[in-house]
């Protein structure tokens, strides 16, 4: 069932909240242990949420456009009262003293929650392997990782856990997993979604998006959680876009543009092939599709590799042994620190504060930080030339279809390349969402994205829903 | 960019960074940070001394608002979280060395 159907049958008294609910916990229970999406199953509070919907349907309030429907949150939101770890031993423990504006949102729009889902430490990797909690698995096939890092989230959609879910996305944390586990994952433009409450990896490329079954159930989560908010001060000052009412209205006319870079050299074939099977839909349903290059998105993973790392060393230094988590004590503050660090970071959190520290350090500055910002001006440049000439444009989600556990966990460039097509839309602050594609050669599901130049999400949605439909009636054929 | 990532660099920025590596994580982090910075040397070598830096996404402005009070975080609700804590404040070791 669809969050849109839930919050209907809710809404109208067909169905109870409580009943939703227990059913989703009941899926939780009987698989959960073979998956491990959560850090936490919030059972009890779900309950007590899903009776406060329950309650306002039958006073006649109004309940909400999520009412009823249970959400999977990334556990690097913080919930008032409800542990928070960011999968991270330094974190453990802690229970965040307010709420996320997501969080608040999805309460406020008679969302449940029903758990808080596993991630990368941090944020920091593409496999749900960088947990200090252990993996999340694939429940394609539960020998493969469900991407990353929101891998939990991922999962527990794709699981039928919960039909929605929250995740972060700073490098492609939403939409690979997304592709990996055969849902929808959206990364909306910069600023779009309030940042407040999201503990943070990389602020300038962070964006919280959500995760759905269908691609109207992923507009209405986006239409709820996002909008201009005063407590994030890079929140775009606009109430949300509307996606929900145009999301009918086709591509015809549209042009759209296969990135070259992004789609031929290190792009898997089978991958590949349902690319080309996108393109022959799109094509079907009136757009005008052609090759479109963006020289600089070469540039993008290196790029990245110093800017995100640069971001997080300035942003994790706050994890000091201080205010909050873990304290490993010493002599003096200064070995407190040390210690704590060393006890409480895993190994990828520490590989990128190092890198990060010395892209950023007296001498390395220029060559490195210095030159990855200017290669996102390129960026930002190449993808303006490229949107003169489209309005949309198209490239595989990731380069292959998910891998196994273990397989790229000993060199990291190599789990480093998984995100090579979602990455240039961080650089940029674009807007980019992966559609479930088919299905590679081993079984395993494909993901397109779609990607729009700032706040173009209306249009994405419509060509994400084009290539929905034709998956639809393939599946109905 | 021409000299590789050393050991030595690798203690330094772990002592900048606030991190106690120990002799194992060094010796892999000097490989592997080294190898990482291996791709980063086609950005740095670039020529795009033109090309003005990007820092974030947005054109960022200062947001102002009136000067009112608003609820702020509960102290007691935030110190409850603290690993040490002595007179409503966070406690921590000592700062100074013996001789300061």
Known sequence: ?477 | MSERLTRDDVVYVAHLARLDLDAAEIDLFTEQLASILDHAADVAALDIADVPPTAHPLPLVNVLRDDEVTPSLDRDEVLAQAPAVQDHRFRVPRILGEAQ
Request: proline letters at 6%; aromatic letters at 6%; one cysteine or more.
């Open chain 1, 1 to 477: 069932m669809t969050a849109l159907d839930i919050a209907a049958s809710v809404r109208s008294g067909e169905r109870s909240a409580v009943e939703v609910v227990e059913e989703h916990l009941a899926r939780i229970a009987a698989s959960e242990s073979d998956i491990h999406a959560f850090n936490l199953v919030m059972g009890e509070q779900a309950r007590a949420a899903a009776a406060a919907v329950d309650a306002r349907v039958s006073a006649g309030e109004e309940a909400g456009p999520l009412a009823g429907v249970p959400v999977a949150l990334k556990d690097n939101l913080c919930t008032r009262g409800v542990p928070t770890t960011c999968s991270s031993k330094i974190l453990e423990g802690w229970v965040p003293p307010y709420d996320a504006t997501v969080v608040t949102r999805l309460i406020k729009a008679g969302a449940v929650p029903v758990g808080k889902t596993n991630l990368d430490e941090f944020a920091m990797g593409s496999s749900t392997e960088n947990s200090a909690f252990g993996p999340t698995k694939n429940p394609r096939d539960p020998r493969r990782v469900p991407g990353g890092s929101s891998g939990g989230s991922a999962a527990a959609v794709a699981a039928g856990f919960a039909p929605l879910a929250v995740g972060s996305d700073t490098g492609g944390s939403i939409r690979q997993p997304a592709a990996f586990c055969g849902v929808v994952g959206v990364k909306p433009t910069y600023g779009a979604v309030s940042r407040y409450g999201l503990i943070a990896f990389a602020s300038s490329l962070d964006q919280i998006g959500p995760f759905a079954h269908t691609v109207a159930d992923a507009a209405l989560l986006l239409e709820v959680m996002g909008g201009h908010d005063p407590a994030d001060s890079t929140s775009i000052a606009e109430p949300a876009a509307s996606l929900s009412a145009s999301l009918t209205e086709g591509v015809n006319g549209l042009r759209i543009g296969i990135v070259t870079e992004l789609s031929g050299r290190g792009i898997a074939p089978d991958v590949a092939a349902r690319l080309g099977e996108a393109v022959a839909v799109l094509t079907a349903a009136g757009a005008e599709v052609d090759e479109v290059s963006v020289p600089a998105a070469i540039h993008g993973l290196p790029a990245y590799y110093l800017i995100a790392p640069a971001e997080c060393s300035s942003n994790l230094a706050r994890y000091d042994g201080v205010r909050y988590g873990l304290r490993v004590d010493g002599p003096d503050v200064e070995a407190m620190n040390g210690a704590t660090r060393e006890a409480g970071f895993g190994a990828e959190v520490k590989r990128r504060i190092m890198l990060g520290t010395y892209a950023l350090s007296a001498g390395y500055y220029d060559a490195y930080y210095g030159k990855a910002q200017k290669v996102r001006t390129l960026i930002i440049r190449d993808f303006g030339a490229a949107y003169a000439e489209f309005d949309l444009l198209l490239s595989p989600t990731a380069p292959t279809t998910a891998f196994e556990l273990g397989a790229k966990t000993a060199d990291p460039y190599s789990m480093y390349l998984s995100d090579v097509c979602t990455i240039p839309s961080n650089l940029a602050g674009h807007p980019a969402m992966s559609v479930p594609f088919g299905t590679g050669d081993d079984g395993l599901p494909v993901g397109v994205q779609v990607l729009a130049p700032a706040l173009g999400e209306p249009t994405m949605f419509r060509a994400a829903a084009v290539l929905e439909g034709a998956m639809n009636e393939r599946g109905a054929a």
